[in-house]
């Protein structure tokens, strides 16, 4: 039996609920896009939104013989991405042994970003 994939996209969480959505959203075109290479799409949020990702990480990683990947949806690579969410899945990863968690680089560390960037703003000029 092959390993289940899943991918959580984890964000910051925010107080405001449309903003949340979004991430929601995402996550589900995600699971669209990549249903042939991932078993589940899931979002998680750090803290001040649910579901949260030490929640969501420990549920998934309960599973077994799983990889979880962990795309930190974050620009900039504060406390967040350099001490908490590495944290989380180093936790995880002790109490799942089973399970194969990755974490992979932050949004804003992907030399792609620079083209999303760049086509934004070019559509704004002539």
Do not use: C, W
């Amino acid at each position: 039996m092959e390993k289940m994939n899943i991918l959580i996209i984890a964000a910051h969480g925010s107080r405001k609920k449309a903003s949340n959505d979004e991430l929601a959203i995402l996550a589900g075109r995600l699971k669209t896009r990549l249903s042939d290479r991932f078993d589940r799409v899931a979002h998680a949020f750090l803290q001040l939104a649910e579901p949260l990702l030490e929640d969501t990480l420990n549920e998934m990683a309960a599973k077994g013989d799983v990889r979880v990947v962990v795309f930190p949806f974050f620009i900039g690579a504060g406390s967040h991405i350099k001490e908490d969410i590495p944290r989380l899945v180093e936790d995880a990863r002790h109490r799942y042994p089973d399970a194969d968690i990755v974490l992979t680089r932050h949004l804003g560390a992907l030399e792609a970003i620079d083209g999303i960037i760049a086509g934004e703003a070019l559509k704004t000029v002539d």
